[in-house]
């Protein structure tokens, strides 16, 4: 079956919020890990969002990758391509946002460009090329002291212009007020004066729905998670993608097996979830000094989990308080403690599923990403949310048999975030 939309983001983490949100907005979506595997097996699916880690890399990297995974796309059959980059438009003068827009268009054939990073839903709205942070202008939001890609403009007419080889135009809000008709004669007479890209604004999601029932016309866009939204809603509301009640339906079907939880998030919404999971499951608190020290805590893991696994859901946690942590670190330094760690837990997760755990929960950012690389999982279905912007993900070509996973940033979920997520795996 071919696919509605195609979607690379240039990051992990932005990748799953746009995935959800094209999921909530009603189209059935996989989200890749990397650029799959040419003979990648799908699911019935209307989008596919690949998660690429080009965000701060060198422009030309960012290129190469972004356009291998369009071929990809394209393959499968998406006639629009979303480049999706952070609501922020975390970028530098040399990239990424201009130079791999540019190549995904000349791929495509070229032609004019609609870019927006608004996503009213976070705050984040565009007036006149101005990017709003909240109530602040970019310039003047904590996005100016990014430790990597500090953003000094709000213009983001003058931002991209900086990152790209062609004229950048503005799309102003009385135009896509103005109504479809208006919006497109606007595109037509920029491109006819050679304007490659243009910044739309959009302060409301009626805004954004305008702006992708126009961008689905052309063969790329760029935005971040609330242009997704604007094109999802496009493609239900044109019929091309079935509207369904039952968008997530296939994400949950039961998968059987033993299930468990990896915590390694240590902030403070986990270790709670923690306390209250002690209450209806059993805990094994790791000792971070002796997963450091050796492979012998792992081992004592595994067996502890090996005793009880059988008997229902387990939890595993390196997660620790924060005077825990600082020891850790000044012990060992901030970055190999939590590569250590990462990797500790990353293997115990792998051994649990080797174990035949299928629902598997992991609390953590790092700590997940570590896990699914570890585990090699190439792509997940969403499914419905457990939480906000944490749903249940089926696996998609896993060698290990089908799983369903949680994967929760360590503030996200309520308190019984590990119970809520396993009643909703089975
Ligand atoms: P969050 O989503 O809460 O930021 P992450 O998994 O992204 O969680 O980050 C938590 C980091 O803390 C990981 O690098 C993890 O390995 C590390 N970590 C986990 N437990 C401990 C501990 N007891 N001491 C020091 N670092 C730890």
Redesign the pocket.
Known sequence: MAILLGSIADDYTGASDLANTLTKNGLRTVQTVGIPDPSLALPDVDAVVVSLKIRSVPAADAVTAATAAERWLRRRGAAHVLYKVCSTFDSTDSGNIGPVTEALSDAAGGGLVLVTPAFPETGRTVYLGHLFVGGQPLNESPLKDHPLNPMHDANLVRVMARQSRGAVGLIDLPAIAAGPDTLRARLEALREAGVGSAIADAIFERDLETLGAIALETPVSTGASGLGLGLARALVRSGRAPASDATTANAICPVGGLSAVV?????K??LHQLDVAERSMPVLR?D?ER?LAGPDEIAAAISWAGDRISAGPIVV?????PE??????SLYG??A?????????SVIAAELVARGVRRLV?????????AVDRLAIPAFLIGPEIAPGVPVLRTVGNTQGDMLLAL?????GGEDFFTAALAMMH
């Open positions: 915590a390694g998030s240590c902030s919404a986990t790791l971070p997963l946690a390196a997660s620790a308080a825990i942590v600082s020891r850790l670190q901030r970055e403690s939590g590569h250590a760690i990462e990797s500790a837990t992991i609390a953590g950012g790092e700590t997940s990403g570590a929760k940033s360590g503030n996200f």
